[in-house]
């Protein structure tokens, strides 16, 4: 049960980096174009 958990916050916590890391893309691109 204790490796399940893990396993889900890992996940959590990659989904929460590429999250942020497409938001910063986002922005990036966003600024570029005005």
Do not use: E, P
């Amino acid at each position: 049960m204790r490796i399940i958990n893990k396993n889900i916050s890992l996940l959590l916590f990659i989904i929460l980096i590429s999250l942020n890391k497409l938001r910063y893309v986002k922005r990036r691109r966003y600024y570029l174009y005005r």
